[in-house]
């Protein structure tokens, strides 16, 4: 038997692009919900001290659940290609990876704003406080679960933004990129306006006629997550690397 036919198969390349991003992000959620938990658990208090607890302190954690994640995958956009192709890994492999990576990430995050929010409202119950969320998504209209659901997809497109904004800095430039974020950053504010029932005027709420149905504004934040992971790719498999002369 020759030594070819012998080799053990080794874990795809996709697979270990996935791997390395999504580790990579889970390291960094574990601090982030961690200090977010302490800074969450100091507010109610605080709050309960000096005034009257009567607005989830959670639902203000998802600000930071997006963009914090969404300036990581920048980062490690612009860092890990040279690394990735100097390994002999391909492009592609990265497009998909980061892509696969990026998407664990959103539903992990989503996961621990889940159930932070759930533990939040046991909570207010438990010592009879006035539950309610203070956003641009409305607790009382659509109910817990597709505040969830909302908030995940949000994550989704901001992660894949981030890849997005991170890939097109590194092929067109500082000036190029900038210019180009109400491409690549600017989805994310859309689907905020998608999901707002009431944000003034940046909410869609009246292109559907009144509160559009959560269904559409999924459908619709979907695509648009669909839209930027393809543009990803296509900048992606077409990048070079620069070379470096001692």
């Keep these: 038997m020759s030594i070819d036919t012998a080799r053990v198969p080794t ?6 692009t996935a791997t390395w991003v999504f580790w990579m992000n ?12 302490i800074v969450i658990t100091a507010a109610l208090v605080v709050i309960n001290v000096v005034g009257e607890v009567n607005t989830s302190v959670v639902a203000f954690a998802r600000q930071g659940a997006i963009w914090f994640p969404f300036s990581v995958l920048i980062a490690i956009t612009a860092a890990y ?17 980061s892509l696969i ?6 539903l992990v995050y989503g996961g621990a704003f889940a159930g932070l929010l759930l533990l939040e409202r046991a909570v207010f119950s438990a010592f009879g406080w006035q539950w309610r969320i203070l956003d641009d998504i409305t607790y009382t209209s659509w109910g817990i679960g597709p ?29 190029f990129g900038t210019l180009a974020l109400p491409l690549t950053a600017g989805p ?6 998608l999901f707002a029932q009431d944000a003034g005027p940046f909410s869609t709420s009246a292109l559907f006629g009144g509160d559009q149905p959560f269904l559409v504004a999924s459908a619709a934040t979907l695509l648009i997550a669909g839209a930027m992971a393809f543009a990803f790719d296509r900048l992606t498999r077409g990048a070079s690397v620069p070379n470096r002369t001692s």
Excluded: C, D, E, N
């Design 147 to 175: 505040v969830i659901v909302s908030t995940t997809l949000i994550f989704v497109v901001a992660y894949v933004s981030g890849l997005l904004v991170g890939m097109t800095y590194q092929r067109a430039g500082g000036w």
């Design 11 to 16: 874990r795809s390349s996709v697979r270990a």
């Design 188 to 193: 994310v504010l859309l689907v905020f306006a």
């Design 81 to 97: 290609l040279p690394v990735h192709v100097a390994a002999g890994l391909t492009r592609r492999s990265l497009s998909f990876g």
């Design 101 to 106: 990576g990026a998407t664990g990430t959103a």
């Design 26 to 37: 889970l390291y960094m959620a574990g601090w982030f919900w961690l200090m977010a938990t």
